[in-house]
T-cell receptor, first 114, second 112 residues
Framework: KAGVTQTPRYLIKTRGQQVTLSCSPI?????VSWYQQTPGQGLQFLFE???????NKGNFPGRFSGRQFSNSRSEMNVSTLELGDSALYLC?????????????FGSGTRLTVV | TQLLEQSPQFLSIQEGENLTVYCNSS?????LQWYRQEPGEGPVLLVT?????EVKKLKRLTFQFGDARKDSSLHITAAQPGDTGLYLC????????????FGPGTRLSVLP
């Protein structure tokens, strides 16, 4: 079956702009989580959506937001981009929770802010 | 301060050697997972451990969850170049399986 698909794979944006990243989970997976990965901080949890509702949120500023659609596809948006937002953004899908079968990650979107 | 610490940070060994990497915390986790990430890809789940003292084997990989559920180890026997990658541990502190905290990872390089 198809894996988790993230688009685009690479993105270059200018400070102050906004960006939207997309994630299509594995068919049947209703939970979608987003993580930011940087060399210095590792994987940091952004938020998790289940059935179109945000269930959990990490410690990121309000510039980071997301949503989930009825087909479980998810988007995350970052407004007023800063240089420090440059990172690999990973989307992960799971069944109701990630305990039994873990997360299935996409290949990520590499965002560079210049 | 990282909730999960991993050691060593980097490890470079020759093919055929054995190695152990560690994942430690002062917090208790209801479950803990290990992932391997290769360059340009997302992490891939290797194992989930949920019971204190649990040992799981996956071919040449042996995973152990500490009795107090605060630490874990990954032992690789006879490492191969294909084992090269970033090994990440992730803990479920809240017990809901909805928000896993990741360690910083151990970057392993196995030289042929």
């Amino acid at each position: 079956k198809a894996g988790v698909t993230q688009t685009p794979r690479y993105l270059i944006k200018t400070r102050g702009q906004q960006v939207t990243l997309s994630c299509s989970p594995i068919s049947g997976h209703r939970s979608v989580s987003w993580y930011q990965q940087t060399p210095g901080q590792g994987l940091q949890f952004l938020f998790e959506y289940f059935s179109e509702t945000q269930r959990n949120k990490g410690n990121f500023p309000g510039r980071f937001s997301g949503r989930q659609f009825s087909n479980s596809r998810s988007e995350m948006n970052v407004s007023t981009l800063e240089l420090g937002d440059s990172a690999l953004y990973l989307c992960a899908s799971s069944q109701e929770t990630a305990v039994s079968y873990g997360y299935t990650f996409g290949s990520g979107t590499r965002l560079t802010v210049v | 301060t990282q909730l999960l610490e991993q050691s060593p940070q980097f490890l470079s060994i020759q093919e055929g050697e054995n190695l152990t990497v560690y994942c430690n915390s002062s917090s208790v986790f209801s479950s803990l997972q290990w992932y391997r990430q290769e360059p340009g890809e997302g992490p891939v789940l290797l194992v989930t451990v949920v019971t204190g003292g649990e040992v799981k084997k996956l071919k040449r990989l042996t995973f152990q969850f500490g009795d107090a559920r605060k630490d874990s180890s990954l032992h690789i026997t006879a490492a191969q170049p294909g084992d090269t990658g970033l090994y990440l541990c992730a803990g479920d502190q809240m017990g809901y399986g909805q928000n896993f905290v990741f360690g910083p990872g151990t970057r392993l390089s196995v030289l042929p």
